[in-house]
């Protein structure tokens, strides 16, 4: 556990952060330079700060890679954001080092083969690291995950293994990409955008909310920092008094 410094006070430290890595087009823009570049940054951005929550002790990071709207790209921009992730995939030192244990949320099964075969690996590969659980999202969205969850409590159902009455928020969260997780305590959306665009909208319930005008390429450790702090002066109610 890290210090604030200030006051000498306990940093109270989220258990999970999710973030919505937005804001990499702009930063492109800004620079005259082609969305690819900006895309390039951000992934630059992503190894920085998931190294850095590592460090820090923080438990579980959810990261918004691909959306299941963002396939409303152009088509090269689509490959070119399926080839940063590939590039990250092959490249598996990059977590193993860091004792990161690696898990992809979304619905995996429309990605290239070759894709997905890498994601079975870093995450086998990565199976026992005993550091921060990262979750990568990826064709991931949270209407679509609630009904994959729906679906299967169905079947259950039909196959007569479950009854109607049995299901309940602990049984869907059961089925959710996430399950078994704690649920994000603190959600992070930099660029200037107070939306969720359909990220995690189960499991954001009670999360607390950190926005910022920052564009996701100039994100740095201290932004964290910044999110954490406010999140450590939130008083979180859950509708009591
Ligand atoms: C986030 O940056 C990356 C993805 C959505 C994959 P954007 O590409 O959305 O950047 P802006 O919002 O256009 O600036
Ligand atoms: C959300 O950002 C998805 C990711 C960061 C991967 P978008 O840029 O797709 O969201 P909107 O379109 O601004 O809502
Ligand atoms: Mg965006």
Do not use: C
């Not at 299901?167 to 059961?174: F, K, R």
């Not at 704690?182 to 939306?195: A, H, M, Q, T, V």
């Not at 994100?219 to 009591?240: S, T, Y």
Request: charged fraction near 25%; proline fraction near 4%; hydrophobic fraction near 40%.
């Amino acid at each position: 556990m890290s210090k604030s410094g200030k006051g000498g006070g306990e940093l109270r430290l989220p258990q999970h952060i999710a973030i919505i890595m937005d804001g990499n087009g702009r930063w492109a823009k800004r620079r005259l330079l082609p969305r690819s570049a900006g895309h390039r940054s951000g992934a630059k951005t992503f190894q920085n700060i998931a190294r850095y929550a590592n460090q820090i002790g923080i438990r579980y990071m959810t990261v918004y890679a691909f959306s299941t709207e963002n396939w409303k790209r152009p088509q090269e921009e689509i490959d070119n954001l399926m080839n940063l992730l590939r590039d990250y995939l092959k490249d598996a030192k990059n977590f193993q080092a860091e004792n990161i244990q690696m898990q992809f949320i979304g619905d995996l099964t429309v990605l290239p083969a070759d894709m997905q075969a890498l994601i079975r690996r870093d995450e086998a590969l990565s199976a026992d690291a005993t550091g921060m659980h990262l979750n990568i999202a990826v064709n991931y969205g949270g209407r679509d995950e609630i009904v994959q969850a729906v679906r299967r409590l169905a079947a259950e159902v039909k196959a007569g293994a479950l009854e109607p009455s049995d299901i309940d928020q602990e049984t869907l969260s059961a089925r959710l990409y996430t399950a078994g997780q704690p649920d994000p305590d603190l959600i992070i959306r930099p660029s200037g955008e107070y939306r969720l665009s359909n990220y995690l909208i189960w499991q954001s319930a009670y999360a607390e909310f950190w926005f910022s005008d920052i564009l996701w390429p100039d994100f740095k450790p201290k932004h964290l920092m910044q999110a954490i702090e406010a999140f450590g002066g939130r008083d979180r109610r859950f509708g009591g008094v």
